[in-house]
């Protein structure tokens, strides 16, 4: 019997494993979560779906309000996706230094996008977005997606129980990027907590912005720009648990465009600079003695025809 969606909002999720043969060493089993393959191709679908619906249900969103939120373009293309088909009106702020992909979709989408000093990161994008909302309370609704517990939530809810339930409870590891630090800390408190299965989790950022591990080390935080779009936003975001995380590695722009650029090439997965990110870790990994005989789940966050005019495709010639 089919099933038929009331709203693209809803099309969320059941994204497939797919195994990696050809990139990674052949000591671990490395699945990939494809991600790319939500509704609007990427992993923030679920978070812009889940923080829409959360907002509705508590009454925020409704006649006369307009959502009002930072991004670095994926939750952004979320947020914007899930307005469209549910007829909220919706202003971004983002870097400018995000790719032109990711502002030409968000316009299709109807969405009003003010761009942000790309030196400031995604600071200064949060900012923007606070002070907007400042100017007009009663008309503007900030879904905050570093602090919004229904980020993790829907993670919990339904990235964290489809991982378990297509490797039938065998998963030794996951790695993945963080952003919003929403994915990851879902998607572990679902493993460990709900189904008691002593993963170890592992946390993917940007050599040449490593906050978590300097929080992590005690030091003071020491952000720097980075390639990497979609991770590494240069703070710690609150609903981001520590806690729950067992190790945390580091990827360098040039190892995060090399393994995006070999997952198309020997994989033929196209995806995005923080997918081949989160690839190289789990590569990494595998090829380490310890993950022997284990089962890798890597979260491959978008798609890379996000990135046609990045660094990612620069070098290639129609």
């Not at 809803?10 to 050809?22: A, E, F, K």
């Not at 502002?103 to 923007?128: D, S």
């Not at 996951?174 to 929403?182: A, C, H």
């Not at 070999?262 to 690839?279: Q, V, W």
């Amino acid at each position: 019997m089919s099933t038929i969606f009331t709203d693209n909002s809803l099309s969320i999720g059941r994204t497939p494993l797919v195994r990696l043969n050809r990139i990674t060493p052949g000591g671990a089993t490395v699945l990939a979560k494809i991600e790319g393959r939500n509704p609007a191709y990427s992993v923030k679908c679920r978070i812009g779906a889940a923080m829409i619906w959360d907002a509705e249900k508590r009454g925020l969103l409704g006649a006369g309000k307009e959502i009002v939120e930072p991004t670095s373009g994926n939750t952004g293309i979320a947020l914007a996706f899930v307005a469209a088909a549910r007829g909220i009106p919706i202003t971004l702020t983002m870097p400018e230094t995000m790719s032109i992909e990711r502002r030409k979709v968000l316009k299709a989408l109807g969405a009003n996008l003010i761009l942000t000093p790309g030196a400031k990161g995604m600071t200064g994008a949060i900012n923007e977005a606070e002070q907007l909302a400042a100017t007009e309370p009663g008309r503007y609704v900030l879904l905050h997606q570093f602090k919004n517990p229904a980020n993790p939530a829907i993670h919990e809810q339904t990235t964290g129980p489809e991982i378990w339930e297509d490797t039938g409870g065998k998963v030794d590891v996951l790695v993945s990027g963080v952003g919003t630090g929403g994915t990851i800390t879902g998607i572990t408190r679902y493993l460990k907590q709900t189904r008691g299965r002593q993963i170890i989790s592992v946390a993917v950022e940007p050599a040449d912005s490593p906050v978590i591990t300097q929080r992590l080390a005690g030091e003071a935080l020491q952000p720097g720009p980075h390639k990497i779009q979609g991770i590494g936003a240069g703070f710690i975001p609150d609903i981001l648990d520590l806690s729950l995380l067992d190790r945390v590695e580091r990827v360098t722009n040039e190892e995060a465009i090399e393994f995006a650029r070999r997952l198309a090439k020997e994989e033929g997965i196209l995806s995005g600079i923080s997918c081949g990110a989160a690839t190289a870790v789990a590569a990494r990994l595998a090829a380490q003695p310890e993950f022997a005989g284990k089962t890798i789940v890597v979260i491959l966050p978008d798609s890379g025809e996000r990135y046609l005019t990045s660094v990612l495709f620069e070098d290639i010639v129609a």
